[in-house]
């Protein structure tokens, strides 16, 4: 009954629309009032269309917004209180780290760190430079094994030699006394 008493409504207020539209098309040749009639068909046609996909997802809202689905979807009430209660340690674990949290927000919001964003761009030239000089030490340390690397072939050749001459010295030595 409550859907009739609305649709007769709309209807009405529909032929008020058409009435008030009748008037303002009196100065308007008869192909614009057709042109015109048939936008106004076009818009209703879509309007239509919106309330026939409406219509057709009903049953799914009606299935979501069902209470005895939903219920038997979750836990019941015993079962998410034995859960609560399995997690009490974790819970106290959490509790005492979230105090942790709460005490340490006092050193993160000064006004150090809070003005941190003016400093950042102060910092940038800073930053290029210690990065140039941690390549340009880098470059001095590979250079400073290589040398220490030719000191010790160099080193280990004349050790080399000094024990050569030192045999040729021994033999000669040697064939001298004989």
């Not at 209180?81 to 006092?106: N, P, R, W």
């Not at 390549?135 to 050749?157: C, G, P």
Request: some cysteine; hydrophobic content about 40%; proline content about 2%.
């Amino acid at each position: 009954m409550v859907d009739l008493v609305a649709l007769e409504d709309r209807v009405v207020a529909l032929e008020n629309k058409l009435k008030l539209k009748e008037k303002d098309l009196e100065g308007q040749s008869a192909t614009e009032k057709l042109l015109n009639i048939h936008n106004d068909l076009k818009k209703l046609q879509t309007k239509c269309e919106q309330v026939k996909e409406v219509w057709a997802s009903y049953d799914l809202m009606k299935k979501i917004t069902n209470l005895e689905l939903f219920e038997k979807r979750f836990l019941p009430g015993p079962v998410k209180t034995e859960m609560v209660l399995s997690g009490e340690e974790i819970l106290k674990k959490l509790a005492t780290q979230m105090e942790d949290i709460e005490k340490l927000k006092e050193y993160v919001n000064t006004s150090v760190i809070q003005g941190l964003g003016e400093q950042t761009p102060k910092m940038y030239p800073l930053a290029t430079k210690h990065t140039d000089i941690e390549t340009e030490a880098t470059e001095v340390s590979q250079q400073a094994h290589e040398l220490f690397a030719s000191y010790t072939d160099i080193i280990t050749m004349m050790s080399k030699k000094f024990v050569y001459w030192d045999t040729v010295l021994a033999t000669q030595e040697a064939a001298k006394k004989a």
